[in-house]
């Protein structure tokens, strides 16, 4: 069964510095996808960045890149040049491709805490 | 741009009573997922819907239904609520993955938040 692990429940960075949030996933598919979802205190569930299991480049959108090591099974997230905005809880989710019954839905890890320090 | 339209934002029930979610999906997006997050908890998928017919069920209670119309948009039913029923309902939206791939990402609605007393 698909599952997703993110092991910081609580993460603490220093303004304009980088920050890396770890995710680890299991699957036996060879097809799937990997989204990082940012969710603030107000609740709403924010699309970040996507990795797909065939890409042969880590993704980058913007100060979000994602270090995708697929022999190691992680899709870590990394956010450059922190902002007070950017605390929230992040959410790690996997898709698996069509086939064997799988319709896309998203499994989430547990989540991690980032706060920015000012 | 468009995005996902979610009524009410909240709500609140007492136990035994019914509720109605309604989800607008961005226009041209076929698919409608339902998730339930309890506090402190990630999101758990509930059901699916593409071209108005179930695709996918979760662990959704027998006491929740939930169908999508002519237009794309999606109503969860409740009933019968129970305190355990207290969350935020999310509903995302994505093109069909026969389409997209696993690439089909999913954008969430502000979500509905339950409370059931």
């Known amino acids: 069964a698909q599952k997703i692990t993110q092991t910081q429940p609580g993460m603490f960075v220093q303004e304009k510095e980088a920050v890396t949030l770890d995710c680890t996933y299991d699957?036996?598919?060879?097809?799937?996808?990997l989204f990082w979802y940012k969710q603030p205190s107000s609740g709403e569930m924010i699309f970040l960045i996507y990795?797909?299991?065939?890409?042969?480049q880590n993704a980058t959108e913007g100060r979000y890149s994602l270090n995708f090591q697929k022999a190691r099974k992680s899709a870590n997230l990394v956010i450059s040049a922190s902002q007070l905005g950017d605390s929230a809880m992040y959410f790690c989710a996997m898709r698996e491709g069509l086939g064997s019954g799988n319709t896309g839905k998203l499994i989430f890890g547990q989540g991690t805490t980032l706060q920015v320090k000012p | 741009a468009a995005g996902v339209i979610q009524s009410p934002r909240h709500l609140i029930k007492e136990k035994r009573e019914t509720a109605t979610l309604k989800c607008y999906p961005i226009p041209r997006h076929d698919t409608v997922y339902w998730y339930q997050q309890g506090p402190g908890q990630d999101p758990q998928f509930l059901i699916s819907f593409y071209e108005k017919m179930q695709s996918d069920k979760g662990s959704i209670p027998d006491r929740f239904s939930a169908q999508q119309f002519s237009d794309y948009h999606s109503e969860l039913n409740m009933s019968s609520l129970e305190l355990g029923d207290s969350a935020l309902y999310f509903c995302a939206s994505s093109p069909h993955a026969a389409r997209e791939g696993v690439r089909g990402t999913q954008y969430f609605g502000p979500g509905t938040r339950l409370t059931v007393l």
């Open positions: 990795q797909g299991s065939y890409d042969e």
């Open positions: 699957t036996s598919d060879q097809s799937y996808g």
